[in-house]
């Protein structure tokens, strides 16, 4: 009986063991399980949350920023240590992290981000393979690589971020600002009335605030011309044509042949013997030049 006893207390002892290593094992899911399935589940959090990217990552690694835009939160390691937006509606990469701008899924070139909390890059997503273009009329300028600005000292005021009819990327302030693959302006607080609009960023004690960032770039938009005293504008194939108002501005034509020649009334003209009027439609008259 005593040995029956013992051999009990040694299978009890066993299992004891045995179910203790057990809760000790841990399950490797990339080698040790199939058709995984965490749809039942009541919560799962898939992706690493922080403020700030990890300064090291590899390919496809994925990292939620909590401090983020809503709609720009979800970052991807594109190349080894580089992270990027995955977010719908954003694009452009950045090699650190930080807040970017909500936009249009069409809309990707010359993207605002801030990288840091002084730093704000431009353009992240611009390269001789998916170059950034800009049209003044007829003429275009390209762009192949970003540009940073980078904001110094403790000042408040707004980041204004345009490109001119010259085809520089600028960023303008009253405020001391580095540029690297961009100019900068001192002076300004509103964009030019000439230049191609980015978008501002808020800078509050020396910081780009989180939120600060307004996105003024645009694929659907217009500028309507109104026509002033003696112009006309009309449409045609899309581009806007001005005119003069003969109804209101005499245009100078060629000097008539005679006093029947075509012309419209309010047309004029002048040689070096007579001044000629059409005083209606096809009809001139006309008066001798004499010197003082």
Same mark, same amino acid.
């Given at each position: 009986?005593?040995?029956?006893?013992?051999?009990?207390?040694?299978?009890?002892?066993?299992?004891?063991?045995?179910?203790?290593?057990?809760?000790?094992?841990?399950?490797?899911?990339?080698?040790?399980?199939?058709?995984?399935?965490?749809?039942?589940?009541?919560?799962?959090?898939?992706?690493?949350?922080?403020?700030?990217?990890?300064?090291?990552?590899?390919?496809?690694?994925?990292?939620?920023?909590?401090?983020?835009?809503?709609?720009?939160?979800?970052?991807?390691?594109?190349?080894?240590?580089?992270?990027?937006?995955?977010?719908?509606?954003?694009?452009?990469?950045?090699?650190?992290?930080?807040?970017?701008?909500?936009?249009?899924?069409?809309?990707?070139?010359?993207?605002?981000?801030?990288?840091?909390?002084?730093?704000?890059?431009?353009?992240?997503?611009?390269? @001789?393979? /998916?170059?950034?273009? $800009?049209?003044?009329?007829?003429? =275009?300028? +390209?762009? %192949?690589? *970003? &540009?940073?600005?980078?904001?110094?000292?403790?000042?408040?005021?707004?980041?204004?971020?345009?490109?001119?009819?010259?085809?520089?990327?600028?960023?303008?302030?009253?405020?001391?600002?580095?540029?690297?693959?961009?100019?900068?302006?001192?002076?300004?607080?509103?964009?030019?009335?000439?230049?191609?609009?980015?978008?501002?960023?808020?800078?509050?004690?020396?910081?780009?605030?989180?939120?600060?960032?307004?996105?003024?770039?645009?694929? @659907?938009? /217009?500028?309507?011309? $109104?026509?002033?005293?003696?112009? =006309?504008? +009309?449409? %045609?194939? *899309? &581009?806007?044509?001005?005119?003069?108002?003969?109804?209101?501005?005499?245009?100078?034509?060629?000097?008539?042949?005679?006093?029947?020649?075509?012309?419209?009334?309010?047309?004029?003209?002048?040689?070096?013997?007579?001044?000629?009027?059409?005083?209606?439609?096809?009809?001139?008259?006309?008066?001798?030049?004499?010197?003082?």
């Amino acid at each position: 009986m005593e040995f029956m006893n013992q051999n009990y207390r040694h299978i009890l002892l066993a299992l004891t063991l045995a179910g203790s290593a057990f809760g000790q094992t841990l399950v490797d899911l990339r080698t040790q399980s199939k058709s995984i399935d965490f749809s039942a589940l009541p919560s799962t959090r898939p992706v690493q949350v922080g403020t700030a990217l990890p300064a090291t990552c590899q390919v496809g690694q994925l990292f939620f920023k909590a401090d983020a835009v809503a709609g720009a939160n979800l970052y991807g390691c594109a190349s080894v240590n580089s992270w990027s937006v995955q977010s719908t509606g954003t694009s452009g990469g950045a090699s650190s992290g930080g807040t970017s701008l909500s936009m249009g899924s069409q809309l990707g070139d010359l993207q605002l981000v801030r990288n840091a909390s002084n730093v704000l890059a431009i353009g992240s997503g611009c390269s @001789l393979a /998916t170059p950034c273009n $800009v049209h003044f009329g007829s003429t =275009v300028y +390209t762009f %192949t690589s *970003g &540009a940073t600005a980078t904001v110094s000292g403790t000042a408040t005021g707004v980041l204004y971020v345009y490109i001119t009819p010259t085809g520089t990327l600028t960023v303008g302030s009253n405020l001391t600002v580095a540029c690297a693959g961009c100019t900068t302006q001192s002076g300004v607080t509103s964009f030019p009335a000439d230049s191609v609009l980015l978008g501002t960023w808020s800078v509050t004690n020396g910081a780009l605030d989180i939120t600060g960032g307004q996105d003024f770039r645009a694929l @659907l938009g /217009t500028k309507n011309l $109104v026509a002033g005293s003696g112009i =006309v504008s +009309t449409d %045609t194939n *899309g &581009a806007a044509v001005l005119s003069v108002d003969t109804t209101l501005v005499g245009v100078r034509v060629s000097v008539p042949a005679s006093s029947t020649a075509a012309c419209q009334a309010g047309s004029w003209s002048y040689d070096a013997n007579y001044v000629y009027v059409c005083v209606a439609s096809n009809s001139w008259r006309r008066a001798q030049l004499a010197s003082w």
